[in-house]
């Protein structure tokens, strides 16, 4: 009976970590969101209303195909890397270090989406074109579908069921 208590006892501790690790990581990609969004609002209000005008100076057509190229270009980095720092998941057998591989590229990968967002912000802003309207949205499913879930990490690093448990239990509120 003492043995059974012990072993309630362990996990909880464990998990209090795993929890940790996944509300941080939780917030962290909310407070993103919740910055760029306002952001990219407004300046897309504004270029809509056609009405207001901020005297910006008028940028070579050439910084705009850079600001598209970047977008497009970051958009397809964040994905490959993204995966690419995945997979350094199946290097080890803890579990709390494969949940810290993979909140640490999912932070880089919400970085660069915060980054892609913001460019295309500025790109609506200074040159109204829809391209910037299509980038961000491109940007914003990745920033809908990579949110970490628990099914999303259970399959992304192949967990087997106690563990995919384990993570569950993290990711439910205190």
Known sequence: MNNSANLTQTPIVDIREF????K????FIMILLVLVLPVFGMVYL??????????????PLLVGQI????????????????????????????????LKIY?????ERYLILFL????????????????????????????SVGKPTP????SLMKLNKEDAEVI??????D
């Open 19 to 22: 929890r940790k690790v996944y």
């Open 24 to 27: 941080n990581l939780d917030r």
């Open 46 to 59: 504004y270029q809509s209303s056609g009405e207001l005008t901020w005297n910006l100076p008028e940028l």
């Open 67 to 98: 600001l598209t190229g970047l977008g497009v270009g970051l958009v397809l980095v964040q994905h490959i890397l993204f995966r690419k720092r995945v997979k350094l998941v199946f290097q080890t057998d803890e579990l709390l270090a494969k």
């Open 103 to 107: 909140a640490n590229a999912t932070r």
């Open 116 to 143: 892609v967002a913001l460019l295309c912000s500025a790109g609506l802003l200074f040159f109204g074109s829809a391209i910037y309207n299509v980038i961000f949205a491109t940007a914003l499913f990745f920033f």
């Open 151 to 154: 099914d999303r990490i259970k």
């Open 168 to 173: 569950r239990l993290a990711s439910r509120p």
